[in-house]
């Protein structure tokens, strides 16, 4: 690179690869260019940029004295890239020059590509960060939404509202990907009712590119130019045209651009149409028949489940499935019995519809659940696909989700970790050596910290209640009011996720007598914080989402609890790193993993949680607090009154008093301890790159030598 390129220049260059989202010293940068900008634009440094022409930008940067910081962010950038002593390269060399591709309907990697809605793109997001930690050869596919997911607003009735906005190509960093010929790549899928056309764009995430497809070109028609307009929008139609985009055209991106993958990891069962077109480029070109083609493409097949929930699996109606299939199965020699067989757990039963996750079982070799409980579960519910086997041998393991520690852990924290864990340990935070350490940091030093991240949210969400509040319509006094809620010596429990019914936000209002007695406790008060977005089309997750809107306008609960509007991984951030108890009560086993109580985890703060996803298997009885002890009931209403009185104990009797026991110095040394022993025993392991490198060893490496380890074979 010339040593001449201006400031402008090196800026430019970082801000295209979203690696500088995961450096915080980096962010830091664009944030003083223009602190103000930068929140107004969503934290897009390349928005952020068009204000500054280069002239400008040299005088800002002269006052700031940046000179030296960004040659220093650039440098780092460009040996992050080339840098070729990686885990990856002394444990994932099989993979060769054939990478895994990873196919998602959603990616959440920064705040400022809406393009995920809740935990299966935030965890996708986090997957490929880590990947490029650890140097794995991997791509990613996925979809480019025009208008991504919706913004969020409550009404003055506390009803949710959605406003979606036109995302901006020139100032997203993406650019088109070019095809073998070194032209923009334009792929097509045929259905019966016209061909769906799609360019496609290369979002660079540290080394790992994620080839986004868009179908709004000229090409298509008016129908098809908003396929990708919105994140799980439309009808069933547009979810099965979505899900053709994504798995067949997805494979046809690879194979345009030039890649052919060793493995296909199909997150979630969205992307699995894209074996079948591996299918068919294997009979062409080898001749071979069907069933051998489809034994040797689902050897390279790794599926990962993530929904318990039955209603959570995407099935279609046989009309459906031959207008947008049928033409691909002719040519893979397929009738339509057989087609909607490959569909169905009973291939001959005319009255099952095709289920997205039965085709991706039968189309991968390594299939796996998001937690060891999920494991069981998923056995249990797939049992039927496998009649021959008992439970324990159905061919589900589990690769336990963890998220992406750079991404989550606040900078502050992070001078504790880099004070007390080995230099560089954030390139190896999937091993649990490295993170003994934490055991020597001071505990008021813990404490000082942890408050002042939790004052900064308690900050953040005062600004934020107050804005809701002023554009809602509220009185002058109403936003005065909220302007000074919540206080930062009270225990602080945030909750924030999808407003999905099992997720059972409003578990805690079950009994609103004794919840005002906690809130108004003069000696050991608590207080709230809440956040989540209900999908559009579900009226009951809207009205959960008003009720705790309407009781956080009601005395006594006024100011001690507090919603706070568009919940996305700007939000997630603050909150996650500024609790002091992240509260998870969904309807056991629903939740099949769960990842932001490990955010809270990393920064200190304690999960008080159902026994279930991760949290059934990380919680040892002194690094946080279980809901219940893990039992579920037949009658689900009889199970919800259970938990809510256990959740109500659990606070009453463990958090309350062990957050307000206090030494002389003020200091909760037993709280403190539990803190400490989260950090110690759970970074490790619910930890993206311990993921990743599980997935690497236990399913891409498998899978790329053809190899059926640990799975059997089907007939
Ligand atoms: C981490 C995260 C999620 C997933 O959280 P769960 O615990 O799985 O509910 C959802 N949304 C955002 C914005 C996140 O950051």
Known sequence: ???????????????????????????????????????????????????????????????????????????????????????????????????????????????????????????????????????????????????????????????????????????????????????????????????????????????????????????????????????????????????????????????????????????????????????????????????????????????????????????????????????????????????????????????????????????????????????????????????????????????????????????????LYDRVLPANWFLRSGEPEVWAGFEQVSPGELWETHQSLKNRLIAYARNRVAKQAERRGASPEEVERLGEVLDPRTLLVGFARRFAPYKRSNLFMRDLEVLAKLVQDTDRPIQFVFAGKAHPADDHGKSILQQIFKLSHEEPFKGRIVVLENYDINLGRHLVQGVDVWLNNPRRPLEASGTSGEKVILNGGLNCSILDGWWAEAFDGSNGFAIGTGRTHVDQEVQDERDATSLLDVLQNEVIPLYYDRDADDLPLEWIKRMKRAVRTLGWRFNADRMVMDYVSRAYIPAAGGLSCQMTERP
Not at 36 to 45: F, R
Not at 218 to 246: M, P, W
């Open 1 to 415: 690179m010339a040593v001449h390129e201006s400031l402008h220049q090196k800026l430019s260059e970082i801000a295209s690869n979203l690696w500088w989202s995961w450096q915080p010293e980096v962010t830091n940068i664009f944030r003083q260019i223009d602190p103000v900008e930068w929140s107004q634009l969503a934290h897009n440094p390349i928005e952020l940029l068009e204000q500054f022409p280069p002239q400008r930008l040299e005088e800002r940067a002269r006052q700031l004295m940046l000179h030296s910081r960004v040659n220093w962010a650039y440098r780092r950038w460009q040996e992050y890239m080339d840098s070729t002593d990686t885990w990856g390269s002394t444990h994932a060399g099989t993979l060769g020059h054939r990478p895994a591709a990873y196919f998602s309907a959603e990616f959440g990697v920064h705040e400022s590509m809406p393009i995920y809605s809740g935990g299966l793109g935030v965890l996708a997001g986090d997957h490929l960060k880590s990947a490029s930690d650890l140097g794995i050869p991997l791509v990613a596919i996925g979809l480019l939404y025009g208008e991504g997911y919706f913004s969020q607003h409550i009404d003055a009735d506390g009803w949710q509202q959605e406003s979606y906005a036109e995302l901006n190509a020139k100032t997203m960093p993406i650019r088109p990907a070019l095809d073998t010929t070194g032209k923009p790549a334009l792929i097509s899928v045929e259905t019966r009712s016209g061909s769906i056309f799609a360019r496609v764009w290369r979002l660079d995430v540290g080394r790992v590119p994620l080839f986004l497809l868009d179908t709004n070109i000229s090409e298509n028609s008016d129908e098809d130019r908003h396929l990708t307009a919105r994140l799980y929008g439309g009808d069933h139609r547009t979810r099965i045209r979505q899900e053709v985009l994504l798995g067949i055209g997805g494979a046809r991106a690879l194979n345009a651009l030039g890649i052919r993958p060793s493995v296909i990891h199909m997150n979630e069962g969205h992307s699995a149409f894209a074996p079948l077109e591996l299918i068919r480029n294997r009979m062409r070109e080898d001749g071979s028949s069907f069933d051998d083609a489809l034994r040797e493409t689902a050897a390279m097949g790794v599926f990962t489940t993530h929904t318990p929930v039955p209603a959570g699996h995407d099935r279609f109606d046989a009309g459906l499935v031959d207008e947008h299939v049928g033409p691909l199965a002719e040519e893979l020699g397929l009738s339509e019995q057989a087609l909607m067989g490959l569909g169905r757990v009973d291939p001959q039963n005319p009255n099952e519809s095709f289920c997205m996750t039965v085709l991706a079982f039968k189309l991968s070799r390594k299939a796996n659940a998001v937690s060891s409980l999920h494991g069981v579960v998923s056995r249990r519910m797939w049992a039927s696909l496998w009649p021959w086997q008992s439970e324990e041998e159905i061919p589900i393991g589990h690769i336990t989700n963890g998220v992406h520690v750079p991404t989550w852990l606040a900078a502050q924290m992070r001078v």
